[in-house]
């Protein structure tokens, strides 16, 4: 979210730069709007003031015995005239602030321009793809084969975009989730947090989620809304914080459940685990400051990046642009995994530097060492990794022509030693 104040004074930079996520000029609209309503605050101040002279007219008035009628009748006028004002104020205050937080952040100078995903930039491909002397499939007909993997339960008790894993299936993604947040404790600092999965309005309007989203969220009758990826509770940790400097950078991870509508995703990977209503995720935080923000994007996904290479998945690095990033980011990398079953590299991680623009929104500021002014602080926020879709390339990438699949190295002290995953005899 930005202030319109910085929109009055740079109106041409901001719609540039919204001209460069292909949306119209914004900024003559905007301040058309403030405009009026700082009028309308002034008129409402004059009014005040003009009051409070009358007031003590009236009584001066009737201290000397005078008729005072003529103040009293314009004491009401303006009361009326206070009253018209102030819902002017309420009226158009709410307009500029609707409109204000739904403007997308502003993309950095380095972003690629471009219309969609097609304009993405490869920047890196890490790893070999495997070769198979047979059919790769897909990986739920390799769970289903298992007897590991149920959609048809899961969509008895829950409709369609949901799934049950039993036995190894479970167990295995339990242990991708238990290793990526040992790397990202142990290896790069980020300190491990449980968080709700139940969050109120004003943190998903924190982090951009609200107003503009709210279709893809699932909104309890309680007043709370399910959250639609970790980093929601974690940015939001420091709502309405001021930070010392030396605090910084702040680092969080949490392996949440998330919880999305799909909201316009009607016909898209209808089958498998690639688009679920439910799915865990180890998600990744970063509070900074603005001087630090841009390393920080690097090392977070520099930290994503380690979990897919430690499992030996390839994977290749797109730099999204201008057109396809999302409603908060300055900058997003996106990290996506080869699927021999598609024979398709699909998004597995994405990491983005939001620069000011939520902390804006909750409020969060950090104060400069020797300094007693405040400044807003920089949050950065990424997957390490999506666990369902780490369990889905491991399926694919893993599987062997018996339908089996070979435990990676690194994952095997997580699953008390075991070199594969075979569907029970008895099954």
Known sequence: MFDIKAIRERPEAFDLGWGRRNIAPQSA?????DTNLREKKTQLQDCQSRRNAASKEIGQAKSKGLDAAEIIKEVADIKARMTALEEDVRHLADELNQKMCRLDNIPSDDVPDGSGEEDNVEILKWGRVPEFDFEPKQHFDLGEDLKMMDFEGAARMSGARFVILQGDLAKLERALSSFMLDIHTSEFGYQETSVPFLVRDHALFGTGNLPKFKDDLFEATSGHYMIPTGEVPLTNIV???????????????TLSQRFRSEAGS????TRGMIRLHQFNKVELVSITTPEQSRDELERMTS?????????????????????DMGFAAQKTYDLEVWLPGQAAYREISSCSNTGDFQARRMNTRY?????????FVHTLNGSGLAVGRTLVAL?????????????????RPYMAGKK?????KTS
């Open 239 to 253: 709502r309405e914080d001021i930070l010392e400097e030396e605090t910084l950078p702040r680092r969080y991870t």
């Open 395 to 411: 399926l694919e990438n893993y599987q062997q022509q018996d339908g089996s699949i070979v435990i990676p190295e690194a994952l």
């Open 367 to 375: 104060r400069a060492t020797g300094e007693k002014k405040t400044r």
């Open 303 to 323: 930290a994503a990046e380690q979990i897919l290479q430690r499992l030996d998945l390839a994977y290749r690095k797109l730099i999204l642009c201008t057109g």
């Open 29 to 33: 609209a905007l301040i058309a709007l």
């Open 420 to 424: 594969a995953i075979e569907r029970h």
């Open 266 to 269: 009607a016909g898209r990977d």
